[in-house]
């Protein structure tokens, strides 16, 4: 009787639906104040709102049913998600999971293991994901694991770094990780930037023939989980961060069994827009092709809903056409008399005035150039006015913004939706513009709030 009461359970985790959690707020501050207006997920990145690329990944990986968990502007992700090609598709069901008072991922896993939506092994991403990685090497390497050890929870994809600039370009911090080289078992985990020595446990040379300390991987913040996972965060209610805590807090306690492990990739992207430097490289790479079949001409990303607003810049399709020198420009663009260079993407509807240059940015949709404007690495979105003579350097103009004639916006700064900057003002460097009123900061500002400074105009290619 035992054994034929695990040949159906075999059966029935043979049929289990895959299963993705995708965390649609990041739980952090590193884009305001663009996020107080927008939710995060929903930005746009290389004109397309960045939740798309991550869903559209899962789809391809033949993931079968999404959880989106919203938190900050919840009702705005849910009716994207109601009005979009996520609607009624038979390719993937998305389902909303809302609470506005979660405060952490941690609170947001312990939300969805007390409603019991998970069965069996699912992914865990973040909606700020940019991947086109190959999950079946992957899950079946978890999977394999898993049945030779119930207590292999998780395994965590990561990806080398071949030349120190792929992480400092990302923005990425110092990460040192401790392997077994033979199994992939995951040791240590140490966020090297708030550590002043590496402490290791003697046993580990003692119980292991070959083992690796390395500081060249990248985490990608794509995890394939068991349910104890969420087990897990539900007993310790002082599990809120995913790495800092959760990750960290199993590897310390190795008495109790639980084994994390890691997939390294090697040719594929798989990248977390975590902040504003890592948006700009990201953008970067989506127009230099690094993440293939992920490119603005493509047009695999259309959300599909003819009932968006044309404002909005989600209409029924992209249709995008790539140029040499990886300009994408979609339909009724004019740049007549315009120096349009190389890594550009131009929205539907956008016209850019004679002797205006634009090299290594994204313009959204309906967005209105004046004659003579400089823009190098902007990210202008649909519906803003740049009038003639403007000269924009590494920044963020958000929808229906206004930048006066003759007016300068330094780099790293952020001008946020219905912002109006003066005729020949000068916005300096790192500034961020808002309609809305700031929570006041005490102290010094954070790293978090400074990352943006850090943005550089170099083209370099990516492969992050």
Known sequence: MV????GVQEKVEARAVLTAIVLADSFAQRFRPITIEKPKALLPLANIPMIEYTLEWLASNKVEEVFLFCCAHAEQIRSYIASGKWAGTDRMK?????????????????????????KSDFVLVSADTISNMDLGPALAAHRQRRQADK???MTMVMKPARHAHQ????????LLVTIDHASKRLLKYTDWENEATLKLDTAFFSERDDLQIRSDLLDTHIAICAPEVLMLFSDNFDYQNLRRDFVVGVLSEEELGNKLFIY???????ARVHNLRSYDA??????????FPFAPDTNLLSPGSSSSSASAGWGATTRYQRLRGNRYLEASVTTRGADVA????????????EGSVLSQSVIGRNVRIGRGCSLVGCYVQDGAVIQSGAELRCCVVCEKAVIGAGAKVMPGSVVSFGVVVGARHEVPPFTRLSLCKQQEQTGHASDDELE????TMAAGGGGG
């Open 264 to 270: 390294e990739i090697e040719n594929e992207y798989a």
């Open 452 to 455: 943006y400074s850090t943005m």
């Open 167 to 174: 992480r400092l370009r990302l923005g990425d911090g110092k």
């Open 94 to 118: 998305v389902t909303p999971v809302i609470s506005t008072n979660c405060l952490s991922a941690g609170e947001a896993l312990r939300l969805i293991d007390q409603r019991d939506l998970i």
């Open 3 to 6: 054994a034929k009461k695990g």
């Open 282 to 291: 990201i953008s970067r790479d989506i127009l230099q092709r690094w993440c």
């Open 151 to 153: 207590n292999a929870i």
């Open 342 to 353: 190389d890594d550009v993407c131009v929205g539907a509807g956008t016209v850019v005035g």
